[in-house]
């Protein structure tokens, strides 16, 4: 258990519905990134946020995914509209950020597993 | 741009046999390196980072080393064991205005007993 807590592990749904993950980092990390992992493949960078600012966001984000921080804390991610090229698993993993390389641990959760029907 | 490449899995080993798993990346700028583990049913967890050329980064055994001339960063250990059996990815990280994380495709490795 690294710390890092996401809900729910697992979400089935229709296509067409909207989806909402929470992500909760250790507690006194300041920057987050949300992933996305499909199988056989490395995990993908989708966004990232310093305390609650969104700082950036990959291309792979089309406008149907929103990431929000609201106080520097959890984090969540919508999907609208889910298609079934959204299922994947989709990490959350946090820092304490402060260095200027980027040579900080990543610490992820389990991760949330979407399936599209 | 910035990418990793590793090797393409699955390698399978028996016990005690030497590991070696090749990453090699592409970086614009000047990256921090990882190796990331991913044990059955868990999530990914840090194994080892380098920061800077000609680091060694080590861990449980298994060791890297920054090589910025060749742009390499292998995983290696002498003896495996069948606990080590796992997805490993190498990654990197570098300033791009944020620190996105990078990472390789994923090599599994299975051991044998």
């Known amino acids: 258990d690294t710390g890092v807590s996401q809900d729910p592990r697992h979400k089935i749904t229709k296509r067409g519905q909207n989806v909402t993950f929470r992500c909760d980092p250790i507690?006194?990390?300041?920057?987050l990134y949300w992933y996305r992992q499909t199988l056989g493949q490395g995990p993908e960078f989708l966004t990232y946020?310093?305390?609650?600012?969104?700082?950036?966001k990959s291309r792979l984000l089309s406008n149907r995914f929103s990431a929000e921080r609201p106080k520097g804390s959890f984090s969540t991610l919508e999907i609208q509209r889910t298609e079934q090229g959204d299922s994947a698993m989709y990490l959350c993993?946090?820092?304490?950020?402060?260095?200027?390389?980027?040579?900080?641990?990543?610490?992820f959760g389990p991760g949330t597993r979407l399936l599209v029907l | 741009g910035n990418s990793v490449t590793q090797m393409e899995g699955p390698v399978t080993l028996s016990e005690e046999a030497f590991l070696t798993i090749n990453c090699t990346y592409t970086?614009?700028?000047?990256?921090?390196l990882f190796w990331y583990v991913q044990y059955p049913g868990e999530g990914l967890q840090l194994l080892l980072k380098?920061?800077?050329?000609?680091d060694k980064g080590s861990n449980k055994g298994f060791e890297a080393t920054y090589r910025k001339e060749t742009t390499s960063f292998h995983l290696e250990k002498g003896s495996v064991q069948v606990s080590d059996s796992a997805v490993y990815f190498c990654?990197?990280?570098?300033?791009?205005?944020?620190?996105?994380?990078?990472f390789g495709a994923g090599t599994r490795l299975f051991v044998k007993a």
């Open positions: 380098a920061t800077k050329a000609d």
């Open positions: 507690s006194e990390h300041n920057r």
């Open positions: 970086a614009t700028g000047y990256p921090s």
């Open positions: 946020f310093q305390n609650e600012a969104q700082l950036e």
């Open positions: 993993a946090s820092t304490l950020g402060g260095g200027s390389r980027g040579q900080e641990t990543q610490y």
């Open positions: 990654a990197l990280s570098v300033n791009t205005g944020g620190f996105k994380t990078i």
